[in-house]
């Protein structure tokens, strides 16, 4: 059977970008959900559970991306992220 996946595009709203803070924080948000969770970027999936993975693809401001999470889980993971973005001023739902 096929895993439920969900995804939800995002424009960085900060104006320092996803640095490394911000970065640490969707990785802690992320870790505990059995889901696959992926930040996609210019075409490019990251593992949104690894900090490296996630500073790696280097979002500034204005920057649009998705989150996509494939699992049992994919909503609330999603729906958790999304709140941590939108709390902290980081990005906004596109």
Known sequence: ???P?????FI???EHGLH???AAQLVQVATPFA????L???GKAVNLKSIM???GVGLS???AFSIRATGEDAQAALSALAARLEEQGLARRA
């Open 61 to 63: 401001q204005g920057a």
């Open 35 to 38: 889901s696959a969770v992926e």
């Open 40 to 42: 996609v970027a210019d």
């Open 1 to 3: 059977m096929e895993q």
């Open 12 to 14: 960085v709203t900060s």
């Open 20 to 22: 490394a803070r911000p």
């Open 5 to 9: 996946s969900t995804e939800q595009p």
């Open 53 to 55: 993975s996630v500073m």
